[in-house]
């Protein structure tokens, strides 16, 4: 599986935006896809996840700002992001979880698309 992030940018505070991750390869191997961001110095966390079944989680901070969809047809994930905030500035990285065998399963990253919130 292969992820490859797209719709990052410079972006003034209290405005949207939009992120993609177009999956390819072996992609109904995945069961979970989501997005974590890493800022500055600090460590990755989780923005929100989506299970194969529609299922979704947010980090409580970001929950009520950012929404994340699925297109599964085109395999391509998607991360909303409003009323943005210089703080949401990060790397926003997509993944996704591969069940490789009945118990095993492998995480896959794409190479992450910066997002820079001005004030």
């Known amino acids: 599986v292969q992820l490859a992030e797209s719709g990052g940018g410079l972006v003034q505070s209290g405005r949207s935006l939009r992120l993609s991750c177009a999956a390819s390869g072996s992609t109904y191997m995945i069961t979970d896809m989501g997005w974590y961001r890493q800022a500055p110095g600090k460590e990755r966390e989780l923005v929100a996840t989506?299970?194969?079944?529609?299922?979704?989680r947010y980090a409580d901070s970001m929950k009520d700002r950012f929404a994340i969809s699925k297109d599964n047809a085109k395999n391509i994930l998607y991360l909303q992001m409003n009323n943005l905030e210089p703080e949401d500035t990060a790397v926003y990285y997509c993944?996704?979880?591969?069940?490789?065998?009945?118990?095993?399963?492998?995480?896959?990253w794409g190479q992450g698309t910066l997002v820079t919130v001005s004030s």
């Open positions: 993944n996704a979880r591969v069940q490789t065998s009945i118990e095993g399963y492998i995480e896959e």
């Open positions: 989506v299970h194969i079944g529609g299922s979704t």
